[in-house]
Structure formats: structure tokens, C-alpha cells
């Protein structure tokens, strides 16, 4: 099966999971596989990531208490202001679902299989970030397509937010 042409409005990239604990991610460009982005994923009692660009430099950084109550997750930019929470009040497993709060009140909403890493993110009735790993034949790869005019930073660690969370669940 090949892999289906980006539609229109969408950049597409793959994430591939990088050996280690920390729970690692290479995001390449889908022709290249040049390394484009890092989400590196830190070893601790609470989950935590940072974003970088090519160069290394802070994007945003993602920071969690999953076994504090309420199960919480946020994200920051690169000068530490929080710009999306995702509470435990908002999301089952067994429903697929999840929403978000950006820090400017907009909701983002997740639904699809997240734990098989096939889902979409919306925001405003329009697709913001769609994940799948359908097509790929590596299980340890799985493409995201980001909305043009929405920060592929963001989206990475929304990505990465969402991830972790599931498998803490």
C-alpha cells in the first residue's frame, strides 16, 4: 500500500521513536528523513519533553503530573508561559477523545484510535493536526500533517502530550 498524497493546506512529516528511555522522537522530512525537528522526551518521576528546531533551539517544553490528582499536562513556549493544559476530566480511553485548552481559551479537540497513533486534532471545526501510522510499515514511525499557519512546534508537543498520556494511562 502506498502512502496517500498530503492534501492541500497540510505539511507532513514523520516521527520516528528514538531508542532510549526518555521516549525520543526524530521528526524528518518524509522525502529525506533530514531531522527537522527533536521532541526529547526526559527520564523522571514526572513526564517531560522539550521541542527543538534543527539547531537545537527550545521550542516549547511540555511538563507533567500524571500521578498527581488532577492528572495534568501542560505546554510552554520557549519562555516558560503555559500556552495548552489537557486535564484528566476530559479524557477516556475507552471513548477515543480527548480535549484540550489552549491558553488563549480555544479548545482543541482529539478524537480517533490514540492508541494506535490514528487520530485527528481539531480546532474550530477544521482538521489543526491529523496522526497515522496506518501507512507505515516500521511500527515505530507513524506521520503527522500540520495545518498550514499552525505552529509545527505546538503541534509536535501536543503530539507527544498525547502520547505519553495514553501510555500512562
Known sequence: MTDPAVQPGFTRFLMK????AGRDFQVLDPQTEQQLYLVDGKIGPRPKAEVLDAAG???YSVRGQLLGI????????AAGAEVATLKAKKF??????MDMEMASGEPWHVEGKLIE???TVTSGGRDVV???QKWMTVRDKYSVEVADGVDVGL???VVWAIDRWV???
Open 17 to 20: 521513536s528514538k531508542l532510549g
Open 57 to 59: 533551539t527550545l521550542l
Open 70 to 77: 488532577p492528572k495534568k499536562l501542560t505546554i510552554a513556549d
Open 92 to 97: 477516556s480511553v475507552v471513548k477515543d477523545r
Open 117 to 119: 497513533k490514528n487520530y
Open 130 to 132: 491529523r496522526i497515522s
Open 155 to 157: 503541534a509536535l508537543a
Open 167 to 169: 501510555e500512562r494511562d
